[in-house]
């Protein structure tokens, strides 16, 4: 599995050691503060990114996707 680090990541709640880590060509688990906090899918080349306690900004899923993205 790939996986993207980010010491202090753009992000609007300020995770600690955020990190994605590509499953496969259509799930990706994002991590931070030592816990799975979601994810991102892509169906029909859109991408998405759902999360279970935080409330995201359109920049904090852009910056998600783009460095999904890389992975």
């Known amino acids: 599995m ?3 680090r980010f010491d202090k990541p753009p992000i609007s709640f300020n995770p600690y ?3 994605i880590e590509k499953q496969n060509d259509v ?3 994002i ?3 030592g816990f799975e906090i979601g994810y991102i899918i892509t169906r ?3 991408w998405v990114v759902q999360m279970e306690k935080y409330i995201l900004t359109d920049n904090d899923k852009e ?3 783009d460095a999904a993205k890389q992975l």
Do not use: G, M, R
Request: hydrophobic share 45%; proline share 0%.
């Open 2 to 4: 790939k996986t993207v």
């Open 17 to 19: 050691n955020l990190f």
């Open 27 to 29: 799930y990706h688990k």
């Open 31 to 33: 991590f931070a503060d």
């Open 44 to 46: 029909n080349n859109e």
């Open 63 to 65: 910056f998600l996707i």
